[in-house]
T-cell receptor, first 113, second 112 residues
Framework: GESVGLHLPTLSVQEGDNSIINCAYS??????FIWYKQESGKGPQFIID?????DKRQGQRVTVLLNKTVKHLSLQIAATQPGDSAVYFC????????????FGQGTRLTINP | NAGVTQTPKFQVLKTGQSMTLQCAQD?????MYWYRQDPGMGLRLIYY???????DKGEVPNGYNVSRLNKREFSLRLESAAPSQTSVYFC???????????FGSGTRLTVV
């Protein structure tokens, strides 16, 4: 039978369209959230972050939305390009000191030409 | 180039063998981390070091040991490798969490 975790959630979009990747986090006390992009064979790369005192933050072609009421985070990528194809992870962090991050399972984004 | 360097990039071990994964960062970061990533899954924290001289367990520490050799270097040791430790291992470091983690390129370990 299938093993849980071997099949990432996937999202396919046409090149040039906007994409939205969603993430549910678990700890209502989390105060910092990050989105990472991981291309095949590489380590995760920082995309954008947001603190719990904000509900929206914009970067270059990316926007992160935070809904603390339902513990939901989303990453919007505008005008997707072939180079956006990757696995995207959300991560939540707590407090001071070592700042451990807890990562979600990830979503595989595929850009169709 | 500044960043996090991991060695080796690939390794195959037999069950019961030991090895040490090396990690070094040249960004003067205080905190360093070891994560493992299994197929189709997110990263899980093995051990971390908040500062030179301190180490703490993460989510999945069993079967591993770590050493924070100095501010730059944080090594991960497998004393007796098991097939369940087949994974991709990532080292990361941060100055402060406001800037997120910087990850190395990973070590792909296979235990047969």
């Amino acid at each position: 039978g299938e093993s849980v975790g071997l099949h990432l959630p996937t999202l396919s979009v046409q090149e040039g369209d906007n994409s939205i990747i969603n993430c549910a986090y678990s700890n209502s006390a989390s105060d910092y959230f990050i989105w990472y992009k991981q291309e095949s064979g590489k380590g995760p790369q920082f995309i954008i972050d947001i603190r719990s005192n904000m509900d929206k933050r914009q970067g270059q072609r990316v926007t992160v939305l935070l809904n603390k009421t339902v513990k939901h985070l989303s990453l919007q990528i505008a005008a997707t390009q072939p180079g956006d194809s990757a696995v995207y992870f959300c991560a939540e962090g707590l407090g001071q000191g070592a700042q451990k991050l807890v990562f979600g399972q990830g979503t595989r984004l595929t850009i169709n030409p | 180039n500044a960043g996090v360097t991991q060695t080796p990039k690939f390794q195959v071990l037999k069950t019961g063998q030991s090895m040490t994964l090396q990690c070094a960062q040249d960004m003067n970061h205080n905190s360093m981390y070891w994560y493992r990533q299994d197929p189709g899954m997110g990263l899980r924290l093995i051990y971390y070091s908040a500062s030179e001289g301190t180490t703490d367990k993460g989510e999945v520490p069993n079967g591993y040991n770590v050493s924070r050799l100095n501010k730059r270097e944080f090594s991960l040791r497998l004393e007796s490798a098991a097939p369940s430790q087949t994974s991709v291992y990532f080292c990361a470091s941060i100055r402060t969490l406001n800037y997120g983690y910087t990850f190395g390129s990973g070590t792909r370990l296979t235990v047969v």
